[in-house]
């Protein structure tokens, strides 16, 4: 079974479209994450949402739109995409236990801008 | 910006080998974790350290959180092929977010 999945995998676009990335888990967590990895592998958090509430969101472009539609899914928009948003995009969520917290990253999706 | 200094960048080790990484910082953070990314997929946590002085195991994988609050190690030993991949210390900062390190990227020669 498949605590955090994002789709596509795999996205590849012209510069200027508007894409979507999804992602769901089914692990109960309150709290889900986007989190951008460049070229040289640096993971960046973008934003965070706790059921359904932004309570995160770093320096990133308006073109970047977060919606948590309810507490198991967060997506991601990117309108007028830029070459310099081609990146690898994690979701993640956590739980908070006995005052700890672990978070779990999905697989990932690879975006391509040309 | 990036608040963590993690080294070595890269590391090429035998098969059989005991290997060490570290992750410094100026600032004092209270939780110290270590993941390890595999190719095509995201981090998995291996260890999480909460406690200034720690030494936690996860089978072949034990790190330690420095007594300064301001440093940790991971430490493999006996590596096998599978511990390929990359690397990754963080840090859960004041306001919760997490801050990773550069990685390291560990290549095994068998």
């Known amino acids: 079974d498949t605590a955090v999945s994002q789709t596509p995998k795999y996205l590849v676009t012209q510069m200027g479209n508007d894409k979507s990335i999804k992602c769901e888990q089914n692990l109960g967590h309150d709290t889900m994450y986007w989190y951008k990895q460049d070229s040289k592998k640096f993971l960046k958090i973008m934003f965070s949402?706790?059921?359904?509430?932004?309570?995160i969101n770093e320096t990133v472009p308006n073109r970047f739109s977060p919606k948590s539609p309810d507490k198991a899914h967060l997506n991601l928009h990117i309108n007028s995409l830029e070459l310099g948003d081609s990146a690898v995009y994690f979701c993640a969520s956590s739980h908070y236990i006995a005052g700890k917290e672990t978070q779990y990253f999905g697989p990932g999706t690879r975006l391509l801008v040309l | 910006g990036q608040q963590l200094n993690q080294s070595p960048q890269s590391m090429f080790i035998q098969e059989g080998e005991d290997v060490s990484m570290n992750c410094t910082s100026s600032?004092?953070?209270?939780?110290w974790l270590w993941y390890k990314q595999d190719p095509g997929e995201g981090p998995v946590l291996l260890i999480a350290?909460?406690?200034?002085?720690e030494l936690t195991s996860n089978g072949r994988l034990t790190a330690q959180f420095g007594i300064t609050r301001k440093d940790s190690f991971l430490n493999i030993s006996a590596s096998i092929p599978s511990d390929v991949g990359i690397y990754f210390c963080a840090v859960r900062r004041n306001d919760y977010k997490l801050s990773f390190g550069a990685g390291t990227t560990v290549t095994v020669r068998a």
């Open positions: 949402y706790n059921n359904k509430e932004l309570i």
């Open positions: 350290l909460y406690k200034a002085g």
């Open positions: 600032s004092i953070f209270n939780t």
